[in-house]
């Protein structure tokens, strides 16, 4: 069914060479309007159908890349403005009906994160029917050698913009503090060391991101999905990885229950689709530093280390990662860290070779598999990762087995109760990567986009029970220290192995380090259902 689905569900498109993102929202003022545009845009759609050079295997078969790719989805208010049936509308999930403001509650968009602080296209289309949120559109686009995106990307957009003009459809503006008419994503940029620039993979706050998106079923070819699966599938009770079942990310497909996800009439309206997520997420960094800075002049004193490796290890154990995307489960202390990249020390070499050796390609694998391939039965008492650090509060592995402590590998569950939590992120970083642009005032962030078959049961989970909420983790109340609100007397404990004679290291009164900026949810048609959308033959009898 490949190129009946939207590429952006089954590829991250920013780590399959394409840097650069704009994503643009759009009011349809008719039902006549809405259609024609929607008719115009399908045959732009970027499909799932495999590429040329596919991941881990450049030989890989298939359509060639695009310069820059484009797709679309629709706001449950979108759908009723182009006429799409009540009986069908009314038949998709309550969380997508009643859409990302009014599940404030939920999602923890309150206090620095409520509606007044959004930019103003999302907070204005809350209280002017006329600029409400219909269609989103996005694009993501390959850059030359000096970093600037191929000039298809703005050719593209003059193509949509006068698309919408043509049809009358309104381009909403209000992106950022210069209310511009799409929202600007890119990665960090830095010098290749041959005269031009390569994509690096990390945000604002200094990490590498973007290790351990899940794979499923049907997502890779058969050879890349080999090399991806472990670490990012589900664990068996055989301490195996498989990929998750398709039905978790699309809907018409069977699903981790053995069941297909709810749907509506007609069937085929929703089948090959999926939900989004949209959040931008403004980053706090010059909070963050500064907090760190006071907490690791603590931390090496009492520690009686160095303040740099104070400094890594409180990063470190925040987000269960170092900065440089080795996971503590690989490298729990500061020097198996420093031993680790010695044994590694050839993969940036590696990675600059435009063209690699089998030998070189498989090394690379491995490589990658470290940094992923872990399960939390190793680390019981959270002295390795502690239990409220970042990945695995997002990917809980197998560390909420019951039977974790079971030495019988007859009866552990493998990664069970996790496997109907995951999402697909999707998206980029936002704004400049100026060290001397990153107060907190100032445009930075992450454009977050989960997607999903279910947004209540996967992507309002995760945020609410394990982001915004401790107890699953041991953690009492205590939220993630990334991404959580700040409840009063909130901290961030780093456990203290009890063979050792240091003592635990508790993080007090953190700030908020991440606060939304706008967001909506919407529907991920397939091919199928765009020419249904824009003909007007959607028939839920």
């Known amino acids: 069914d490949l190129p009946d689905i939207q590429g952006n569900i089954v590829r991250a498109y920013g780590r399959f060479g394409f840097p650069h993102a704009r994503y643009f929202l759009f009011h ?78 939920l999602l923890g968009d309150l206090d620095e994160s409520d509606l007044e602080h959004w930019d103003p296209v999302w907070r204005e289309g809350t209280q002017d029917a006329s600029k409400s949120i219909h269609v989103m559109v996005s694009m993501s686009a390959q850059m030359l050698k000096d970093g600037s995106p191929v000039p298809e990307l703005e050719a ?60 499923f079923e049907g997502q890779f070819a058969p050879e890349a999905e080999a090399a991806r699966v472990k670490g990012r599938g589900k664990l068996t009770r055989e301490q195996t990885w498989e990929p998750l079942a398709t039905g978790e990310f699309l809907l018409g497909h069977v699903d981790e229950s053995q069941e297909l996800p709810p749907t509506t009439l007609p069937v085929h309206f929703t089948h090959n689709g999926s939900y989004m997520a949209f959040r931008k997420l403004h980053e706090n960094v010059s909070a963050f530093d500064a907090y760190l800075d006071a907490q690791t002049q603590t931390y090496a004193r009492v520690m009686n280390v160095s303040e740099t490796e104070a400094a890594e290890t409180l990063r470190a154990k925040m987000v269960g990662r170092w900065t440089n995307g080795v996971p503590l489960m690989a490298a729990p202390t500061y020097a198996d860290m420093c031993a680790f990249e010695e044994k590694w020390s050839d993969i940036p070499a590696i990675r600059a070779t435009s063209k690699r050796s089998t030998a070189q390609r498989e090394r690379l694998q491995a490589y990658k598999t470290t940094l992923i391939n ?32 079971s030495e019988d590998p007859s009866t552990w569950d493998g990664s069970a109760i996790g496997n109907r939590r995951r999402i697909l992120r999707r998206g980029l970083p936002y704004g400049s990567y100026d060290p001397n642009k990153q107060e907190d005032d100032q445009e930075h962030g992450v454009i977050f986009l989960a997607v999903c078959t279910s947004l209540e049961r996967q992507f309002e989970f995760v945020l609410q029970q394990w982001i915004n909420y401790g107890m699953d983790m041991d953690s009492g109340n205590d939220t993630c220290p990334m991404l959580g609100p700040r409840p009063d007397g909130n901290k961030f404990t780093i456990a203290a192995d009890p063979a050792s004679e240091t003592p635990p290291f508790i993080m007090s009164d953190l700030p908020r380090f991440v606060t939304a900026r706008g967001g909506e949810y919407f529907f991920l048609p397939s091919l199928t259902a765009l020419r249904m959308i824009g003909e007007g033959t959607i028939d839920p009898t």
């Open 374 to 405: 872990f399960r939390y039965r190793d680390d019981k008492d959270g002295t390795k990762c502690p239990f409220g650090a970042h990945i695995r509060r997002g990917n809980v592995r197998d560390a909420l087995d019951p039977r974790l402590s």
């Open 156 to 215: 593209q957009t003059d193509w949509l913009r006068d698309l919408a003009r043509q049809y009358g459809v309104a381009l909403l503006v209000g992106h950022g503090p210069g209310n511009g008419d799409f929202q600007q994503a890119g990665a960090n940029l830095v010098d290749d060391g041959s005269g031009g620039v390569r994509a690096s993979p990390k945000e604002h706050f200094g990490f590498v991101d973007g290790i351990g998106d899940p794979v």
């Open 28 to 105: 349809i003022p008719s039902m006549e309007a809405g259609r024609a545009f929607a008719r115009a845009i399908r045959p732009r759609i970027t499909t799932a159908e495999r590429w040329e050079g596919g991941p881990d295997n450049p030989d890989q078969t298939g359509i060639p890349v695009p310069k820059v790719t484009l797709n679309i989805g629709f706001s449950w208010k979108g759908l009723a403005a182009l006429g799409v049936p009540v009986a069908t509308i009314n038949g998709l999930p309550h969380e997508f009906i009643e859409g990302m403001v009014k599940r404030a509650h």
